[in-house]
T-cell receptor, first 108, second 113 residues
């Protein structure tokens, strides 16, 4: 079965604090994982793909196959990072399976 | 930056009516998708479309749903006879290649009354 789990509905941190948004997956094949971000009243935007190993807006995510995790991290949160974050798995048939999403609130 | 465009942004329809949701994917993209998100729930896959045919569809995508690429630019989702439970945000997406990661449109909020 293919599943993405984001255990936290809401993560609230102070500006400048480190951020870790958790994502665990279940997939029998070789996983391709993504993080999408949705700012208030805007569209879903691709933030990161694990295969490109990039850092966007200071965010990074490392695929850990042993723990079946793809946590999103940022060392110093900024207020403009406040948004809904979705972890997603590319499953067979080129379809994305989404987690439930985590709201990140960065407080000043 | 190229965008996926969806119209209308909000549609209200009566139960049993047909609706057509419209999308203009990014021009050089070859793969097209529809997803939906019922309020408070996950974003769910509906259908993928490539080379003028459906390549994958979910169990949600029953006979009431259909997709079409009527010309070189538009990609439409039709719901033949809407039900209350079809009320959701519908997202169109496109990608240049498979497994690359999509570009999503801003969504159409469908309200069935």
């Amino acid at each position: 079965a293919q599943r993405v789990t984001q255990p936290e509905k809401l993560l609230s941190v102070f500006k400048g604090a480190p951020v870790e948004l958790k994502c665990n997956y279940s997939y029998s094949g070789s996983p391709e994982l993504f993080w999408y971000v949705q700012y208030s009243r805007q569209r879903l935007q691709l933030l990161l793909r694990h295969i490109s190993r990039e850092s966007i807006k200071g965010f990074t995510a490392d695929l850990n196959k042993g723990e079946t995790s793809f946590h999103l991290k940022k060392p110093f949160a900024q207020e403009e990072d406040s948004a809904m974050y979705y972890c997603a798995l590319m499953a067979y048939g080129n379809k994305l399976v989404f987690g439930a999403g985590t709201i990140l609130r960065v407080k000043s | 930056e190229p965008e996926v465009t969806q119209t209308p942004s909000h549609q209200v329809t009566q139960m049993g009516q047909e609706v057509i949701l419209r999308c203009v994917p990014i021009s050089n993209h070859l793969y097209f998708y529809w997803y939906r998100q019922i309020l408070g729930q996950k974003v769910e896959f509906l259908v993928s479309f490539y080379n003028n045919e459906i390549s994958e569809k979910s169990e949600i995508f029953d006979d009431q749903f259909s997709v079409e690429r009527p010309d070189g630019s538009n990609f439409t989702l039709k719901i033949r006879s809407t039900k209350l439970e079809d009320s959701a945000m519908y997202f169109c997406a496109s990608s240049e290649t498979a497994n690359y990661g999509y570009t999503f449109g801003s969504g159409t909020r469908l309200t069935v009354v």
